[in-house]
Every structure is written in structure tokens, then in C-alpha cells.
């Protein structure tokens, strides 16, 4: 190339990069002459830098710590101030003085909750110390709920009952006990909450009560089935106490560990087919009929089987799926159908074998739902849902069929069908629905403090999603409250 040509090049260049300068200088001082242009949101959406990203970990755009005031959008909830024998009592924690709870500014110094089993109900836990930090600007958390003091201007009361708690450690008799000492704080926090002005005034349905364990509020639950629960699901409860109108189905806490994106096994590196390991025979199940199974095993499949075919509509429930499945999975090279127990190492080798599986089966047992799920899901393992009765957590939002495999338990114990259907699921298609396991994971993590899309925070979302409904009941009830109490006045 000539030296002329190269120098015609070098000017060329300059205009061009002068006369861009000069239209994104002009582009700006448009803007700011004429906001409400369309031109003025086109070219501040390709050259402004971008103000709207939030901070996915605490819902915010900066660092610094703020109050979730009463003017934002948040869910009003007033606690009570039971005594500690009621929550953190029950861990063990001794209050100084006057102290109702816990210092809860220093991580280091709140109660820890045991492991294991226990863990898995352990939501009225997360739900109480996450009001307990919202009174506290610095400790950063998502604004979804905030703890007011005057129950007047609350959307919500809270309960903090630690039932599942309470059920598993103070439920058993000791010494010359005639009467448990669960079942004692559930007739006092009954009279107690009778007592209210706040329980009175709309019959307790403005109240929130946690009572994951399937067997937590035995006593109580049909004197307080106007409040709202929290459940695990509502497979030992009648529709008159708990259902879907009012209540909140909240994720078993998972106790197997979580599966980091990176750590994740491909396709390829998961050989087992489908999983499962727990329970196969129902709890009730006493060790002689045990013994005697293996006699009628084959007569009572041949009644469910026949019963099945002449009614597709039929749920096998309560742990006999397990059994049926068992019978018709054990000899299967590519499946791991075992009995197991969180004994021992049985946690950890049940995260291995999940996460070292494309699929886990979560089969109904002894109540529709169990922790199986969860533990699949964060270990990525792709659920297979064998529970016709279940309900699931948070699925207004959720929509569990992009990332699960729903089985009717009719169809499921057909010889054959069920090893066919998830042998007939490409390699394309169980990775977009690992995918989105790995997207909603957050959805079913508890922690402290709480986050952005973490199961505390989705918790108090879907209670707020209940208090239309509850307005709506609330103010029917109160049409003619005031004629009435106004006739009753007069009579007297």
C-alpha cells in the first residue's frame, strides 16, 4: 500500500471514530432534554450502563445495611413473646434475665439445632430467627417479612412453637410422667392463645403456626385448625383442620449435602439408573407380620394388581407402593432399590448413591411426603414423584414438571412400565431438566442469615399469597358483626 493510501486510511479512521463520539455525545444531551422520547430509551438502553441489577444474594443494590421499614412492601408479622421454654428452651438455651431470645447479631451465639432427623422439621426454627434479625439493620436479609410490635398493625401473627421439636424430644414419657411434657405445652400454648385479644378478634385465623412434623400439634391441632399452618403435607389431617386455602406447604429440610454446579456428575458418570434407599415396609408393620410377609406377599399382589386393572383410579398409598415397587425393581442390573437408614453412615451414602443416579425414586410411605425429595434435588438427581396424594411446596410459583417425572402409583406398578418410561428419556432431555434442578435448588436451601429465593423467603411469599383469601373470609365473617353486637347490647 501507498504512503498516500495508508494516510487516506488513518483519516478515514479518525472521522468515523469522531463522528461516533460526537452522535453518542449528542445521544446524550437528547436525553437529557427529552426523557419521555422513545429515542431517549432506545440509546439509554444501548449505551447508559444498567442501575437495575440487584444483588441476587439479599435482594438489594447496595451493601449497606437497611431496615425494612413499614412503609415498604413486606409482610407485617407480630410474634409473640412466649417464654423460652416454648422455642429455644427446648435446645437447651438459658436465657440471662429477663431474655426471651437469643442474641441472634453474633451467628456464633445462636442455638444450633440438632441433626439427623430432626433436622428435617426444623422450619419453625428458620421462620423465628429470621423475625428476630429483621429488628436488626445489620444483618442483611431479604425485606420479604418484618416483626412489628403492635399486633394492630401486623398482617400476620406469629406463633413460635417449635412443634416438630418439642414432638421429637419432650414426647416420651420419663420417670413417674403420667402425661408428656409436649403434650403440656400444647395445652398451655392453647389456653394461651384462647386468651388473646388478637386470637379473638378474627377467631385465629390470622395466625401462623408451624407444624411440619406429620405428628407435632397432635393435641392442639383440632383446637387451632382456624389458624394457618405450616405443613409438610396433609396426610394426617382432615380437610376440615388443614387444605390448600389456608395453609403453607413448606420443603422438608434436605440432610444430605448440597452438590455444588461444578461438583455435579454429567449424564454420562451417573450409571444407576434409578434410586432409592429408606424404608420399603411401613412403620406400623409389626416384626411377626414381618416374618409372615413372605407367605402372603404373592396372594395380596395379586389382589392389589387385579384390584388396579379394574380401577385405573385406584392411589396405592401408605407404603404399600414401596413393597409393590420393590417386587418389581429389586432385579434390575441399573437400579438400587435398598432398605435404608440415616444410621450409621447411611446419610452419606445415600448423597453418594443419589448424586452418582439420574433418577431418584420419592415414593409415598407413611405420610405422602418425606425429605427424599429434597435430598434429590440438591444432589441433582432428577425426582421421580410416586405419590398421588403428595402437594408440594411453593408450586404457585414452581412449576415441578421441569425438572421432576410425575407417576401415577397405578401405572407405576404395572411390570415393566415404570424402568421403560425412564429408559425412554433421552440424554437431551434429562439434562434440561438437571438444568433446571440446578436453577431451583436455592428455592429449598434454609439458612441464616435468610436469603434472596431461599426457602424462609419463599415461605413468607406464599404466606402472603393466603392473606387475600384470609381478608376475603375475614370480612364476610364481619358483615353484620356490628348489628349483632349492637342487638345483643340492646337485649341485655
Known amino acids: 500500500?501507498?504512503?498516500?493510501?495508508?494516510?487516506?486510511?488513518?483519516f478515514l479512521f479518525y472521522?468515523?471514530?469522531?463522528?461516533?463520539?460526537?452522535?453518542?455525545?449528542?445521544?446524550?444531551?437528547?436525553?437529557?432534554?427529552n426523557e419521555s422520547s422513545f429515542t431517549s430509551n432506545l440509546v439509554r438502553k444501548l449505551i447508559l450502563p444498567r442501575t437495575d441489577i440487584k444483588n441476587d444474594r439479599f435482594g438489594r443494590t447496595d451493601s449497606k445495611p437497611v431496615s425494612c421499614g413499614l412503609t415498604r412492601d413486606v409482610l407485617k408479622v407480630f410474634m409473640y413473646d412466649l417464654p423460652s421454654e416454648f422455642h429455644?428452651?427446648?435446645?437447651?438455651?438459658?436465657?440471662?434475665?429477663?431474655?426471651?431470645?437469643?442474641?441472634?447479631?453474633?451467628?456464633?451465639?445462636?442455638?444450633?439445632?440438632?441433626?439427623?432427623?430432626?433436622?428435617?422439621?426444623?422450619?419453625?426454627?428458620w421462620l423465628t430467627l429470621d423475625?428476630?434479625?429483621?429488628?436488626?439493620?445489620?444483618?442483611?436479609?431479604?425485606?420479604?417479612?418484618t416483626r412489628v410490635k403492635n399486633s394492630v398493625e401486623a398482617d400476620i401473627v406469629f406463633v413460635p412453637f417449635f412443634s416438630s421439636l418439642s414432638y421429637n424430644r419432650k414426647s416420651k414419657l420419663r420417670g413417674n410422667e403420667t402425661t408428656s411434657v409436649d403434650r403440656l405445652l400444647q395445652e398451655r400454648l392453647v389456653e394461651f392463645l384462647k386468651s388473646r385479644e388478637e386470637w379473638k378478634r378474627f377467631d385465629g385465623r390470622d395466625h401462623l403456626i408451624v407444624a411440619h412434623h406429620p405428628n407435632s400439634l397432635l393435641y392442639a391441632r383440632n383446637s387451632l385448625g382456624s389458624a394457618m399452618f405450616v405443613l409438610s403435607d396433609f396426610g394426617r389431617y382432615t380437610s376440615s383442620i388443614a387444605n390448600l386455602e389456608k395453609d403453607v406447604i413448606a420443603p422438608y429440610i434436605h440432610v444430605v449435602k448440597s452438590i455444588s454446579n461444578n461438583e455435579s456428575a454429567p449424564f454420562e458418570n451417573r450409571p444407576v439408573l434409578a434410586y432409592f434407599q429408606g424404608a420399603i415396609y411401613r412403620k406400623d408393620v409389626s416384626a411377626f407380620f414381618r416374618v409372615l410377609k413372605s407367605f402372603v406377599c404373592v396372594a395380596i399382589s395379586m389382589m392389589l394388581l387385579s384390584l388396579i386393572s379394574t380401577n385405573s383410579n385406584v392411589s396405592l398409598q401408605g407404603g404399600t407402593i414401596r413393597q409393590e415397587l420393590y417386587n418389581l425393581l429389586k432385579d434390575e442390573k441399573d437400579v438400587h432399590f435398598a432398605f435404608g437408614t440415616v444410621k450409621g453412615n447411611g446419610t452419606k451414602q445415600t448423597g453418594k448413591g443419589m448424586a452418582s443416579s439420574k433418577?431418584?425414586?420419592?415414593?409415598?410411605?407413611?405420610?405422602?411426603?418425606?425429605?427424599?425429595?429434597?435430598?434429590?434435588?440438591?444432589?441433582?438427581?432428577?425426582?421421580?414423584?410416586?405419590?398421588?396424594?403428595?402437594?408440594?411446596?411453593?408450586?404457585?410459583?414452581?412449576?415441578?414438571?421441569?425438572?421432576?417425572?410425575?407417576?401415577?402409583?397405578?401405572?407405576a406398578v404395572k411390570k415393566g412400565f415404570l424402568v421403560n418410561l425412564l429408559r425412554g428419556i433421552t440424554e437431551d432431555q434429562w439434562k434440561k431438566k438437571c438444568e433446571r434442578l440446578k436453577e431451583v435448588v436455592r428455592y429449598f436451601e434454609y439458612q441464616f442469615p435468610s436469603q434472596h429465593g431461599d426457602s424462609v423467603d419463599m415461605i413468607w411469599s406464599a404466606v402472603s399469597h393466603k392473606l387475600s383469601s384470609l381478608h376475603f373470609d375475614v370480612h364476610r365473617q364481619n358483615r353484620y358483626r356490628r348489628s349483632e353486637t349492637f342487638a345483643r347490647s340492646q337485649s341485655t
Not at 1 to 10: I, P, R, T
Not at 90 to 118: A, F, R
Request: with cysteine.
Open 1 to 10: 500500500m501507498s504512503e498516500k493510501s495508508l494516510l487516506s486510511s488513518k
Open 359 to 411: 433418577f431418584c425414586l420419592n415414593i409415598a410411605g407413611d405420610t405422602p411426603s418425606s425429605n427424599r425429595l429434597f435430598d434429590s434435588i440438591v444432589s441433582h438427581c432428577v425426582p421421580v414423584i410416586i405419590s398421588d396424594q403428595i402437594e408440594l411446596p411453593f408450586e404457585d410459583t414452581i412449576d415441578y414438571s421441569g425438572f421432576s417425572v410425575f407417576v401415577h402409583s397405578s401405572e
Open 88 to 125: 429455644f428452651g427446648i435446645l437447651n438455651w438459658h436465657s440471662k434475665g429477663s431474655e426471651i431470645w437469643p442474641d441472634v447479631k453474633t451467628i456464633s451465639s445462636v442455638p444450633s439445632y440438632p441433626g439427623g432427623l430432626n433436622r428435617q422439621h426444623s422450619v419453625e426454627y
Open 131 to 145: 423475625l428476630l434479625a429483621s429488628e436488626i439493620p445489620e444483618i442483611k436479609r431479604p425485606c420479604r417479612a
Open 15 to 33: 472521522t468515523i471514530t469522531v463522528s461516533t463520539l460526537l452522535f453518542i455525545l449528542s445521544s446524550l444531551f437528547f436525553l437529557q432534554r
